[in-house]
């Protein structure tokens, strides 16, 4: 597969477990997202798709943490930054 269609899937098992977190009425959070696609990617038969949701998972976590170090610290968990710039 080439960038392209990798990145497309690893889109679309974000969709997914979005979807699924939704479904089964969970709050969305960058951490259930995870925790989600970690199961996700356990439960996968097919390499291309569990390597895809291990795409996303690191994915989630880069854009977490560039989120708090643009923003501050964020609280284990709980969505919430803890800095001075937090916007309300």
């Not at 970690?38 to 854009?63: D, G, P, Y």
Request: glycine letters at 6%; proline letters at 2%.
């Amino acid at each position: 597969m080439n960038r392209f269609n990798d990145k497309r899937l690893t889109d679309i098992v974000l969709g997914e477990a979005i979807l699924a977190l939704l479904s089964e009425g969970d709050p969305i959070t960058p951490y259930s997202l995870m925790e989600k696609l970690q199961l996700m990617a356990i439960s996968e038969k097919m390499a291309f798709r569990k390597q895809a949701c291990t795409n996303a998972v690191v994915e989630v976590q880069s854009s977490l943490m560039a989120q708090s170090s643009e923003y501050g610290s964020v609280q284990a968990g709980s969505g919430y930054h803890t800095s001075s710039k937090m916007i309300h």
